[in-house]
T-cell receptor, first 114, second 111 residues
Framework: DVKVTQSSRYLVKRTGEKVFLECVQD?????MFWYRQDPGLGLRLIYF???????EKGDIPEGYSVSREKKERFSLILESASTNQTSMYLC?????????????FGPGTRLTVT | QKEVEQNSGPLSVPEGAIASLNCTYS??????FFWYRQYSGKSPELIMS????GDKEDGRFTAQLNKASQYVSLLIRDSQPSDSATYLC???????????FGAGTQVVVTP
């Protein structure tokens, strides 16, 4: 079974802190994604990566950056956390050659910025 | 801006009845469509995918796709309390596998 893990289930940070959210997948997937999910807005893509050191902005990249130094790990960075970044953050991965386009999700990190 | 629209609900369904969920999308070139189920506090899990016009059945779930009308639906037959969840419609955006998600429809199955 595909396994996608995220470093924390719950996280509380203060405004202005630098925050790292880590995601690791164990199925040698090329593509990895970071989403945030807010009530009534669904999942919105922040960034995605199609290979090591490769990244592309999604729909809402402002205030975020990412890092992918190894194939299995994709990190989301909040350079200076703000209260409007309080949200559920979901990581997903998929195999590039998988024509079904199915994405496998991690358990999510609920981040609260106070 | 590509859009995926769903009724937010809640859709209240008696146990044993059929739940019908609808989704419309704006991008005519989309080729792959997905239904994810998300329980409260959990991450989405894929329950159905559909790529061709028509119906696709998997157990109690049936997905229906009409590309001409840009419409995809999900039927849940013999609804159970365990089906109470939010159902997310997703549409692929490009060859990298990016998905555009709807906001989700909350389904509540009442005993």
């Amino acid at each position: 079974d595909v396994k996608v893990t995220q470093s924390s289930r719950y996280l509380v940070k203060r405004t202005g802190e630098k925050v790292f959210l880590e995601c690791v997948q164990d199925m040698d997937h090329e593509n990895m994604f970071w989403y945030r999910q807010d009530p009534g807005l669904g999942l919105r893509l922040i960034y995605f990566s199609y290979d090591v050191k490769m990244k592309e902005k999604g729909d809402i990249p402002e205030g975020y950056s990412v890092s992918r130094e190894k194939k299995e790990r994709f990190s989301l960075i909040l350079e200076s956390a703000s209260t409007n970044q309080t949200s559920m953050y979901l990581c997903a991965s998929r195999k590039q050659r998988d024509l079904s386009y199915e994405q496998y999700f991690g358990p999510g990190t609920r981040l609260t910025v106070t | 801006q590509k859009e995926v629209e769903q009724n937010s609900g809640p859709l209240s369904v008696p146990e044993g009845a059929i739940a019908s969920l609808n989704c419309t999308y704006s991008d005519r070139v989309s080729q792959s469509f997905f239904w994810y189920r998300q329980y409260s506090g959990k991450s989405p899990e894929l329950i159905m995918s559909i790529y061709s016009n028509g119906d696709k059945e998997d157990g109690r779930f049936t997905a229906q796709l009409n590309k001409a009308s840009q419409y995809v639906s999900l039927l849940i037959r013999d609804s159970q309390p365990s089906d109470s969840a939010t159902y997310l419609c997703a549409v692929n955006q490009d060859s990298w596998g990016k998905l555009q998600f709807g906001a989700g429809t909350q389904v509540v199955v009442t005993p």
